[in-house]
């Protein structure tokens, strides 16, 4: 449990990630990554949204630290944590408990007709799993190479945009995937700003769009407020647009082979990633751009 401050900050985090995931059509994982992946150029302005909204809302941490200490002031304590001699039967009693779910829940989804939501609830413990015990969060791949300088999350995330859009590219290419499939039409306005109204929001959060959910899954309160508070944050907004008539007024869907070809749309995502690869590792060394 965090100190009312920053249960405030996850939930104000929270809510400015639903806003900008509506903005920009998608969290930093489906408007960000797997548009980037998906040869849209949506993603990669998402992208440079991301990376200015990081960057201020590092500047905002690193003046409240200064000017108002005592907003995340308090005392943080554990319910049910561990004693003096240790956890005891707890682990093994939260190991059953989960086993006995993974294996109920699909099974009464599958006999009440809902097939493909067993099979999701499955892909979720599989992804949950790998997340936790990876600890992978894109908070830490826009995040650290401005704060502490650290690029391991960096460039593991820019190898990682190589990789799947490659297999995107396969997949488009031969028909096997609709071309406009995670192609959104974000570009330029929705986009970039749906990424820097997001990019704060998961630096004051703690946590990014996936990063949220696993570290909610390990009990920290302040994710909880963050999830809530993204669920809230998106439902509001879209409400807001659609009422307004502005959520087709945020861009165009462009779709770089359309544009510039398969052959340059391949190499411009390369050239960014490596550049974004490039600069994590240099920065690393250097600590050029790092505020701490």
């Not at 200490?69 to 003096?84: D, I, M, N």
């Not at 993204?230 to 082979?257: C, D, E, N, T, Y």
Request: aromatic share 12%; hydrophobic share 50%; charged share 10%.
């Amino acid at each position: 449990m965090a100190p009312p401050g920053e249960l405030l900050k996850g939930g104000v985090g929270g809510l400015l990630m639903g806003m900008g995931a509506v903005l920009a059509f998608g969290c930093n994982v489906g408007g960000f990554f797997s548009a980037t992946s998906a040869l849209s150029l949506s993603g990669l302005a998402m992208m440079l949204g991301l990376i200015v909204g990081t960057y201020t809302g590092l500047r905002y941490l690193l003046w409240e630290v200064e000017s108002l200490p005592a907003l995340t002031r308090g005392t943080t304590y554990t319910f049910g944590g561990a004693r003096a001699h240790g956890l005891g039967a707890q682990p093994c009693v939260g190991a059953l408990l989960l086993l006995l779910l993974v294996l109920a829940l699909p099974y009464a989804y599958s006999r009440a007709g809902y097939v493909p939501q067993a099979g999701f609830l499955l892909f979720g413990v599989t992804f949950g799993v790998v997340f936790q015990r990876s600890r992978f969060c894109f908070v830490r791949a826009f995040r650290e190479p401005f704060l502490t300088g650290e690029g391991d999350h960096t460039r593991a995330t820019a190898l990682a945009l190589g990789v799947s859009t490659i297999g995107f590219t396969i997949l488009k290419f031969t028909d096997l995937k609709d071309k406009g499939e995670w192609v959104f039409p974000g570009v330029l306005l929705g986009a970039v700003l749906g990424g820097l109204v997001f990019g704060v929001g998961m630096t004051l959060a703690g946590g990014c769009g996936a990063g949220a959910i696993w570290r909610a899954g390990e009990g920290h309160v302040k994710l909880w407020c963050a999830v809530a508070c993204f669920a809230a944050g998106a439902s509001v907004m879209r409400m807001i647009l659609v009422q307004q008539g502005l959520l087709r007024k945020l861009g165009s869907a462009v779709f770089l082979p359309a544009t510039i070809g398969w052959g340059g749309a391949l190499g411009l995502v390369a050239v960014v990633m490596a550049a974004w690869y490039l600069f994590a590792a240099w920065n690393e060394h250097s600590r050029k751009f790092s505020l701490m």
